[in-house]
């Protein structure tokens, strides 16, 4: 059974998770291009998977040791570069921007929520392992907005 406190956290990830899915099948709803829509609502099945595995360990009552943790390349894309403006048609890049963007403030909130806990702590390590998840979103959009954005061409 988890303790009160870590139930929290899971009930508060999960409805971070359901925010995260409506705004990218928002965000994919505004971008003029097929292949980014496509990529925005997959990116919106993801949010729905975190939802449901959150769903799933809560009410198993597993603990952070059930959860993975993933090597990322932290490129950032989005520490260097302002949000665009979200409009009712957007380019891709823009999108993929927008999205790092939304990744980055997830990845920090949880990153900062854990820093309130001590080493050890089961509820830090759970927070710390949920950013590491928002860290891989963030990596995936910015390796998208890197590839639209600046293209490779013929010359290398």
Known sequence: MLNPGLRKIIETAIGREIEAYTFYTQLARQVTDAAARETLQWIAA??????DF???????G????????ADV???KIAEHL???EASETLEREQAFLIASHRELRSFKFYSELANLYAEGDEIRITLLRIANEELKHKEKMEYLYA??????????
């Open 147 to 156: 590839n639209t954005a600046f293209p490779q061409t013929d010359g290398g």
């Open 73 to 75: 390349v932290f490129y």
């Open 62 to 69: 597993k603990g952070p040791q059930d959860m993975r943790v």
């Open 82 to 84: 302002d949000e665009p």
């Open 54 to 60: 959150l769903e799933k360990f809560q009410a198993e």
């Open 46 to 51: 993801e949010e729905q998977k975190h939802r």
